[in-house]
Protein backbone atom coordinates (compact mmCIF):
# COMPACT_ATOMS: atom_id res chain seq x y z
CA UNK A 1 0.00 0.00 0.00
CA UNK A 2 2.92 2.46 1.07
CA UNK A 3 4.24 2.32 -2.58
CA UNK A 4 0.54 3.13 -3.42
CA UNK A 5 0.96 6.21 -1.65
CA UNK A 6 4.43 7.18 -3.21
CA UNK A 7 3.41 6.55 -6.60
CA UNK A 8 0.45 9.15 -5.89
CA UNK A 9 2.60 11.96 -3.98
CA UNK A 10 5.09 11.56 -7.01
CA UNK A 11 2.36 11.83 -9.48
CA UNK A 12 0.99 15.02 -7.58
CA UNK A 13 4.20 16.70 -7.98
CA UNK A 14 4.61 15.98 -11.78
CA UNK A 15 0.90 17.17 -12.13
CA UNK A 16 2.42 21.04 -10.06
CA UNK A 17 5.51 20.49 -12.20
CA UNK A 18 3.22 21.08 -14.91
CA UNK A 19 1.56 23.67 -13.27
CA UNK A 20 4.56 25.50 -12.47
CA UNK A 21 5.77 25.85 -16.11
CA UNK A 22 2.71 27.32 -16.92
CA UNK A 23 2.49 29.54 -14.36
CA UNK A 24 6.31 30.96 -15.22
CA UNK A 25 5.85 30.83 -18.83
CA UNK A 26 2.50 32.81 -18.70
CA UNK A 27 3.48 35.22 -16.15
CA UNK A 28 6.58 36.15 -18.38
CA UNK A 29 4.08 36.39 -21.56
CA UNK A 30 1.66 38.57 -19.51
CA UNK A 31 -1.06 36.16 -19.55
CA UNK A 32 -3.74 35.27 -16.87
CA UNK A 33 -2.22 31.87 -14.93
CA UNK A 34 -5.37 30.44 -14.96
CA UNK A 35 -7.47 30.94 -17.88
CA UNK A 36 -6.86 29.75 -21.37
CA UNK A 37 -5.28 26.70 -23.15
CA UNK A 38 -2.02 26.34 -23.65
CA UNK A 39 -0.15 25.98 -27.01
CA UNK A 40 2.46 25.45 -28.93
CA UNK A 41 5.37 28.91 -28.95
CA UNK A 42 5.91 28.45 -32.75
CA UNK A 43 2.60 27.33 -34.71
CA UNK A 44 0.15 27.56 -31.74
CA UNK A 45 -1.17 24.68 -32.35
CA UNK A 46 -3.27 23.94 -28.94
CA UNK A 47 -2.12 21.41 -26.89
CA UNK A 48 -4.89 18.36 -26.79
CA UNK A 49 -4.81 16.42 -23.01
CA UNK A 50 -2.12 13.78 -24.61
CA UNK A 51 0.09 16.45 -25.41
CA UNK A 52 -0.56 17.76 -21.45
CA UNK A 53 0.50 14.34 -19.67
CA UNK A 54 3.48 15.34 -17.41
CA UNK A 55 6.75 14.04 -18.60
CA UNK A 56 5.28 11.21 -20.84
CA UNK A 57 4.08 13.60 -23.31
CA UNK A 58 7.41 15.32 -23.53
CA UNK A 59 9.02 11.78 -24.04
CA UNK A 60 6.24 10.06 -26.60
CA UNK A 61 6.64 13.67 -28.81
CA UNK A 62 10.41 13.39 -28.47
CA UNK A 63 10.66 16.55 -27.20
CA UNK A 64 8.71 18.17 -29.90
CA UNK A 65 5.74 19.98 -30.98
CA UNK A 66 2.85 17.36 -32.50
CA UNK A 67 2.13 19.64 -35.89
CA UNK A 68 5.21 21.71 -36.40
CA UNK A 69 8.28 19.34 -34.73
CA UNK A 70 9.72 22.94 -33.22
CA UNK A 71 11.82 21.89 -30.28
CA UNK A 72 10.49 21.89 -26.64
CA UNK A 73 12.45 22.69 -23.92
CA UNK A 74 14.13 20.16 -22.39
CA UNK A 75 13.51 22.20 -19.06
CA UNK A 76 9.48 21.50 -18.84
CA UNK A 77 9.95 17.75 -17.95
CA UNK A 78 13.02 18.44 -15.97
CA UNK A 79 10.79 20.90 -13.69
CA UNK A 80 8.14 18.17 -13.54
CA UNK A 81 10.38 15.45 -12.00
CA UNK A 82 12.30 17.64 -9.78
CA UNK A 83 9.02 18.97 -8.14
CA UNK A 84 7.29 15.54 -8.31
CA UNK A 85 10.94 14.16 -6.59
CA UNK A 86 10.76 16.71 -3.52
CA UNK A 87 7.26 15.86 -2.98
CA UNK A 88 8.65 12.25 -2.19
CA UNK A 89 10.96 13.94 -0.23
CA UNK A 90 8.55 16.08 1.61
CA UNK A 91 6.30 13.25 2.19
CA UNK A 92 9.28 11.24 3.85
CA UNK A 93 10.26 13.75 6.05
CA UNK A 94 6.43 14.66 7.47
CA UNK A 95 4.31 12.00 6.37
CA UNK A 96 0.83 12.78 5.07
CA UNK A 97 -0.17 15.84 7.46
CA UNK A 98 -0.55 19.76 7.40
CA UNK A 99 3.35 20.67 7.59
CA UNK A 100 3.70 18.22 4.11
CA UNK A 101 1.07 20.60 2.59
CA UNK A 102 3.05 23.86 4.19
CA UNK A 103 5.71 22.81 2.47
CA UNK A 104 4.29 21.87 -0.60
CA UNK A 105 3.21 24.98 -0.98
CA UNK A 106 6.86 26.38 -0.04
CA UNK A 107 8.74 24.37 -2.33
CA UNK A 108 6.38 25.52 -5.11
CA UNK A 109 6.87 28.96 -4.96
CA UNK A 110 10.71 28.47 -4.98
CA UNK A 111 10.93 26.61 -7.54
CA UNK A 112 9.08 29.27 -9.63
CA UNK A 113 11.55 31.73 -8.17
CA UNK A 114 14.28 29.64 -8.86
CA UNK A 115 13.38 29.33 -12.49
CA UNK A 116 11.89 32.79 -12.82
CA UNK A 117 14.94 34.50 -11.56
CA UNK A 118 17.73 32.37 -13.66
CA UNK A 119 15.86 32.66 -16.99
CA UNK A 120 15.11 36.18 -16.96
CA UNK A 121 17.03 37.62 -14.32
CA UNK A 122 14.37 39.38 -12.00
CA UNK A 123 12.21 38.17 -8.57
CA UNK A 124 8.63 39.13 -8.93
CA UNK A 125 6.82 40.68 -6.57
CA UNK A 126 3.91 38.61 -8.32
CA UNK A 127 5.22 35.60 -6.83
CA UNK A 128 7.08 36.67 -3.49
CA UNK A 129 4.14 38.88 -1.94
CA UNK A 130 1.76 36.13 -1.60
CA UNK A 131 4.40 33.58 -1.11
CA UNK A 132 5.27 35.88 2.00
CA UNK A 133 1.63 36.07 3.52
CA UNK A 134 0.99 32.49 3.00
CA UNK A 135 4.26 31.86 5.17
CA UNK A 136 3.83 34.02 8.28
CA UNK A 137 -0.36 33.23 7.88
CA UNK A 138 0.58 29.12 7.71
CA UNK A 139 3.96 29.50 10.29
CA UNK A 140 2.24 31.40 13.00
CA UNK A 141 -1.08 28.99 12.85
CA UNK A 142 1.23 26.46 12.80
CA UNK A 143 3.32 27.16 15.99
CA UNK A 144 6.46 25.16 14.72
CA UNK A 145 9.06 27.82 15.37
CA UNK A 146 8.29 30.96 17.40
CA UNK A 147 6.61 33.65 16.29
CA UNK A 148 9.28 36.14 17.59
CA UNK A 149 11.79 34.14 15.17
CA UNK A 150 9.68 34.27 12.28
CA UNK A 151 8.34 37.83 12.64
CA UNK A 152 12.41 39.02 13.13
CA UNK A 153 13.61 36.40 10.65
CA UNK A 154 11.46 38.65 7.63
CA UNK A 155 12.27 41.75 9.28
CA UNK A 156 16.30 40.78 9.74
CA UNK A 157 16.42 39.50 6.45
CA UNK A 158 15.35 42.12 4.28
CA UNK A 159 16.94 44.61 6.23
CA UNK A 160 20.03 42.97 5.57
CA UNK A 161 19.69 43.50 1.51
CA UNK A 162 17.75 46.94 2.23
CA UNK A 163 21.12 48.75 3.94
CA UNK A 164 23.20 47.17 1.09
CA UNK A 165 20.55 48.84 -1.43
CA UNK A 166 20.70 52.09 0.13
CA UNK A 167 25.23 51.94 0.52
CA UNK A 168 25.07 50.98 -3.07
CA UNK A 169 22.34 53.03 -3.99
CA UNK A 170 20.47 50.35 -5.82
CA UNK A 171 23.82 49.05 -7.65
CA UNK A 172 23.76 45.46 -5.40
CA UNK A 173 20.92 44.77 -5.15
CA UNK A 174 17.12 45.70 -5.77
CA UNK A 175 13.60 45.54 -4.48
CA UNK A 176 13.08 41.65 -5.30
CA UNK A 177 16.10 40.52 -2.96
CA UNK A 178 14.97 42.94 -0.02
CA UNK A 179 11.10 40.81 -0.09
CA UNK A 180 13.03 37.64 -1.45
CA UNK A 181 15.16 37.87 1.89
CA UNK A 182 12.03 38.72 3.81
CA UNK A 183 10.58 35.60 2.58
CA UNK A 184 13.45 33.64 3.57
CA UNK A 185 12.83 34.82 7.02
CA UNK A 186 8.87 34.33 7.50
CA UNK A 187 9.65 30.60 5.87
CA UNK A 188 12.18 29.76 8.08
CA UNK A 189 12.96 31.70 10.95
CA UNK A 190 15.14 34.08 12.24
CA UNK A 191 18.02 31.22 12.56
CA UNK A 192 17.47 28.60 9.53
CA UNK A 193 16.81 32.07 7.48
CA UNK A 194 20.38 33.14 7.87
CA UNK A 195 22.08 30.01 7.24
CA UNK A 196 19.86 29.67 3.92
CA UNK A 197 21.08 33.22 3.39
CA UNK A 198 24.86 32.15 4.36
CA UNK A 199 24.60 29.05 2.24
CA UNK A 200 23.03 31.01 -0.59
CA UNK A 201 26.52 33.51 -0.76
CA UNK A 202 28.27 30.26 -0.20
CA UNK A 203 27.01 28.21 -3.69
CA UNK A 204 26.97 31.71 -5.59
CA UNK A 205 30.60 32.41 -4.89
CA UNK A 206 31.45 28.84 -5.50
CA UNK A 207 28.80 28.50 -9.23
CA UNK A 208 30.60 32.22 -9.85
CA UNK A 209 34.08 31.40 -9.27
CA UNK A 210 33.60 28.13 -11.30
CA UNK A 211 32.04 29.88 -14.48
CA UNK A 212 34.57 32.96 -14.03
CA UNK A 213 37.21 30.01 -14.12
CA UNK A 214 36.11 28.46 -17.36
CA UNK A 215 35.59 31.43 -18.82
CA UNK A 216 31.71 31.40 -19.40
CA UNK A 217 31.08 34.38 -17.21
CA UNK A 218 33.33 37.63 -16.28
CA UNK A 219 33.03 39.51 -13.62
CA UNK A 220 30.40 41.88 -15.41
CA UNK A 221 27.57 39.36 -15.94
CA UNK A 222 24.69 39.49 -13.46
CA UNK A 223 24.13 36.80 -10.85
CA UNK A 224 20.57 35.73 -10.66
CA UNK A 225 21.13 35.40 -7.06
CA UNK A 226 17.45 34.71 -5.99
CA UNK A 227 18.20 31.12 -7.99
CA UNK A 228 20.64 30.81 -4.69
CA UNK A 229 18.71 32.04 -2.39
CA UNK A 230 16.02 29.79 -3.41
CA UNK A 231 18.39 26.65 -3.26
CA UNK A 232 19.17 27.85 0.11
CA UNK A 233 16.31 27.85 1.22
CA UNK A 234 15.26 25.17 0.13
CA UNK A 235 18.24 22.65 1.44
CA UNK A 236 16.93 24.45 5.23
CA UNK A 237 13.73 23.91 4.90
CA UNK A 238 14.21 20.21 3.44
CA UNK A 239 17.77 19.32 5.77
CA UNK A 240 17.66 22.45 8.28
CA UNK A 241 18.34 20.30 11.30
CA UNK A 242 21.13 18.28 9.73
CA UNK A 243 22.84 21.05 8.43
CA UNK A 244 22.74 23.41 11.83
CA UNK A 245 23.80 20.34 13.57
CA UNK A 246 26.91 19.17 11.20
CA UNK A 247 27.63 22.98 11.62
CA UNK A 248 27.82 23.45 15.28
CA UNK A 249 29.21 19.47 15.02
CA UNK A 250 32.70 21.34 13.87
CA UNK A 251 33.58 23.16 16.91
CA UNK A 252 32.17 20.51 19.23
ZN1 LIG B 1 4.03 23.65 -33.08
Redesign the pocket.
Known sequence: MEILFFAGIFLLGLCVGSFLNVAIFRVHEGEQIVRGRSK?M??E?PLGPRDLVPVLSYLALKGR?R??K?VVSWQYPLIELVTGVLFVGLYLLHGWDLVFVRDAVFVSYLIIIFVYDLRHMLILDKFTIPAMIFAVLVNLWLGLVPAWSILAGGVVLASFFWIQLLISQGKWVGGGDIRMGALMGFMLGLTHGAVALFLAYVLGGLVGAYLLVTGKVDRKTPIPFGTFMAVGTLAMLLAGKSIVGWYLGLFA
Open positions: CKCECRCA
